[in-house]
């Protein structure tokens, strides 16, 4: 199919954020599950993503890679879905600057802290997040004022970075804030972010019973 929607995903992967992005915009796509380890490295798939990763997007012929720019970019696609702001709108800076905080400095702080990569004091200044506590706090100044990143709408920046959140948080990465659980609580309500959680939670199962 010329325009078809595919997937490439494992249901324990980044690849939730982009499931719960294609719920929202409400097109049909397809799914292709991969294994970590050989199948996410076939050359069928390096020639799709040379990274070997998930989430991989593809749309017709057009190939997203990195999940912060498949929801970006299915914001766009799709804009009746009203995931963002249009180009234009002055709202489109605040979307474009959490979007990229959380694919920039919120990426960067939580993975270096799970790795125990720690940077030094005199350094934080060439860290482009400085430190976890100052993404942390930048983060709960604007949840603390507002119910959404841009503002009082939903927008695709809340769901990657959200997604992000409850993530870290689960795993004790990034701190338990009360406005960071209020945030990922009132966005997780959202009846594409239950399918979406439904579908890959029932592939994580069928993936156990199947050993
Ligand atoms: N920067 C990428 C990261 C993608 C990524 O690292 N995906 C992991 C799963 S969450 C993966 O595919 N790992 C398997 C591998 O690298 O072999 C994104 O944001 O989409």
Redo the contacts with the bound molecule.
């Keep these: 199919m010329a325009d078809e929607l595919v997937l490439y995903t494992?249901p324990m992967?980044?690849g939730r954020t982009a499931r719960w992005m294609l719920e929202e915009i409400g097109q049909p796509y397809r799914a292709e599950v991969l294994g970590?380890g050989p199948p996410?490295?076939s050359a069928d798939f390096l020639a799709i993503n040379p990274m070997?990763?998930?989430?991989t997007l593809t749309h017709g012929d057009t190939v997203v890679?990195?999940?912060?720019a498949i929801c970006a970019y299915l914001a766009d696609a799709f804009p009746q879905a009203g995931l963002a702001p249009a180009p234009g709108d002055q709202k489109r800076g605040a979307y474009y600057r959490w979007l990229f905080f959380g694919?920039g400095p919120i990426e960067a702080a939580v993975t270096n802290k799970a790795l125990g990569v720690v940077v030094p004091d005199e350094k934080r200044g060439m860290a482009g997040y400085g430190s976890v506590e100052a993404v942390a706090d930048a983060l709960d100044g604007v949840l603390s004022k507002q119910d959404y990143l841009t503002g009082d709408t939903f927008t695709a920046a809340d769901l990657y970075v959200g997604a992000s959140l409850a993530w870290t948080m689960g795993f004790g990465v990034m701190e338990k804030r009360p406005s960071f659980e209020r945030f990922v609580t009132r966005i997780h309500e959202r009846p594409a972010a239950s399918r979406a959680k439904e579908i890959d939670d029932q592939l994580v199962a069928e993936m156990k019973a199947a050993g």
């Excluded at 070997?52 to 989430?55: D, I, L, Q």
């Excluded at 890679?65 to 912060?68: F, G, I, S, V």
Aim: proline share 7%; with cysteine; glycine share 6%.
């Design positions: 494992h992967s980044r970590f996410m490295k070997g990763k998930v989430p890679t990195e999940c912060a694919a």
